[in-house]
């Protein structure tokens, strides 16, 4: 049944993980044609539920009840979780995994645990590729560059083109190298988010934001900063838990070469720190498309900026 040889929109795919990228996966993949969509979530059974439920349904998703559950009725898994759960949901799918299934692992870890994952799948009969998924996905949707890697990445890379996957491209054979570039570019991208919003905030507090954004445009002429600004706080306010847990895999992979990864960890702290207030509700309420987005970075950082105020206050 899941042999390339097969058409791949035949193929039963389960997606492990139903959030924001799985939602988009399923959603392009049942507008491509393929029939059989299957999806597991650990919110299911939860109050987190309901809009899993809508989505599956207005998508014609069928939920599994569990990761094993899932495993067992699918030719290609699709791992999209947070990046400390790659290794856990590896191993829960383990003991429904039949012999040749692929799994696809999206998920932002560092190479050492893409290994781990890839000896758990290995051991049960599956087939395991590593992506490294290569800039935001909700722009590009399934079309998202990324890179392929592993024993069996290059001969996978044409059935997930024909599922859509247009932007996924053969990396490397090795297991954890086109995770290493994932991570090694993380340290920048994701680091500079941090750096913008400590920044953004800190000239906002000190009302200087003018001209420090004078200055940058000057020397990165490039970038709209303003536009940057905006996104780069939406974004993180939106997604620091999960960007936060990616830094920390940044921060493992720095260290799984003998540096001490002082930039990563410090990235990781702003970002988790950022979804700590999000979570007390200092961005508004999150509705089921997230949080309201402001153009201007200025309202989110003044209620950045009043949030860290009042816990400097209380401590």
């Not at 998508?59 to 791992?79: K, P, W």
């Not at 400390?84 to 692929?102: E, N, P, Y």
């Not at 086109?178 to 913008?196: D, Y």
């Amino acid at each position: 049944m899941n042999g390339i040889a097969q058409s791949a929109r035949a193929w039963r795919v389960g997606l492990i993980g139903y959030g924001e990228v799985g939602r988009i996966v399923a959603q392009d993949l049942r507008e491509l044609g393929v029939q059989q969509v299957l999806a597991h979530d650990r919110k299911l059974g939860t109050e987190q539920q309901q809009p899993l439920l809508e989505h599956a349904r207005d998508c014609g998703v069928r939920l599994a009840a569990s990761a094993r559950e899932l495993a067992a009725g699918c030719d290609l898994l699709i791992s999209a979780v947070t990046a400390s759960q790659a290794v856990a949901v590896a191993r829960d799918c383990a003991g429904g995994l039949h012999a040749g299934v692929w799994f696809v692992d999206l998920n932002s870890a560092s190479p050492g645990a893409k290994r781990e994952a890839a000896a758990v799948v290995d051991a049960a009969g599956g087939r395991y590729v590593e992506a490294a998924v290569m800039t935001s996905v909700p722009p590009y949707r399934s079309k998202v560059p990324m890179l392929l890697g592993g024993a069996h990445a290059r001969e996978l890379e044409p059935a997930l083109r024909e599922l859509g996957f247009a932007g996924a491209r053969f990396g490397d054979e090795r297991l954890g190298i086109v995770s290493a570039t994932k991570m090694c570019r993380s340290v920048m991208i994701k680091g500079l988010e941090a750096m913008v919003i400590e920044s953004f905030s800190a000239a906002r507090a000190y009302g200087v934001e003018d001209a420090v954004l004078a200055s940058l445009a000057e020397t990165f002429p490039g970038i709209d900063w303003e536009k940057q600004g905006a996104y780069f706080f939406q974004r993180v306010i939106e997604h620091g838990r999960r960007r936060s847990e990616e830094m920390r895999e940044v921060a493992r992979t720095v260290e799984e070469i003998g540096l001490r990864p002082w930039s990563a960890s410090g990235s990781a702290e702003r970002q988790a720190w950022v979804a700590d207030l999000a979570d007390r509700g200092v961005f508004g309420a999150r509705g089921e498309a997230g949080f309201a987005r402001s153009p201007d970075w200025r309202t989110e950082a003044d209620r950045l900026l009043g949030a860290a105020t009042d816990i400097e206050n209380k401590d």
